[in-house]
């Protein structure tokens, strides 16, 4: 059995074969440089390239690396979310494995946690090899969150970050479907701080957050932390009200006055009525956000399947018994 770990890497992996051996290697020199007992979690959310191969092979080499195979893909922050959940380290890093996140800012946030933050964040000050609309959507993206939300979302900050053992045993009992990790991360509290970086370009491959994903992932922060979507209706709705009160006298004084025929025919009510129609039928889409979100907690499905482990001790493993019985299925599990 291998020696308790004092710190638990949680790496999501997706189609991300080229990164897999540099983000081994730099994840050693690092780790090994701070002199005490680490392990690497590689969560492979259902690859389609080389990815698990790669994995299976590293974790047969060095007893540190450790893969969990989930049976499909779920997701970016289902895969952190289990990944958490093995995880057994005394503090718990989370980063992506497209190594735009530089390991070596580890360092700085063991020097942190050791000086007693529960709660380490890399904030980002630059974004290299980015496009303009991904860097103007995603700085708009943190603001409009920090300023509807009632927790203190630290702005430019993804999930790359290094969390105390007790905010990843309260991380542990929040099991929604609908996740936004740096959000819950922010809601449990505790002394944080940040630590600010150059993010850099991705080193291979593809991201994973195209447009229809980013646009997903803001609705599942801004329903899961605000119901500012919800409250903005009853002003809207109370701004329509006055103007049609205001163009009552307004019409009846324009049609005696003047001669105009500019409020006779059907054409300026199918405009009213259009636009009123595109309100109802939008503050439907924010309602049916937060149904939708309501109906698929009441299902208690589990958040991901294990299809098999690889690297784990069978004492570790029955660590995570309890929890993968009432909130994952394991299908098969494998030394």
Known sequence: MTSHPRYSIVAPIFNEEGNIPLLYDRMCRVMDGLGEPWEMICVNDGSRDRSAELLDELAARDSRIKAIHFARNFGHQIAVTAGIDYALGDAVILI????????????????????GYEVVYATRERREGETWFKIFTAHMFYRVIHAITDVHIPVDTGDFRLMDRRVVDVLKSMREHSRFIRGMTSWVGFRQIGVSYVRDQRHSGETKYPLRKMIRFALDAITGFSFWPLQIM????LLLG?????????????????DTLWFEGQATTIILLLL???????????????VARTYDETRNRPLYVVARTEGFDSQDTDKHLPLLTEEAFEVESGD
């Open 96 to 115: 992506d494995a497209d190594l735009q996140d530089p390991p070596e800012l580890i360092v700085d946030m063991v020097e942190r946690w050791k000086a």
């Open 276 to 290: 009123l129609s595109s309100f109802q039928l939008f503050f439907l889409f924010v309602l049916g956000q937060y």
């Open 242 to 258: 006055v103007l049609a009160l205001l163009a009552i006298p307004f019409v009846t004084i324009m049609r005696v006055a003047t």
């Open 234 to 237: 009853i002003y809207v709705a």
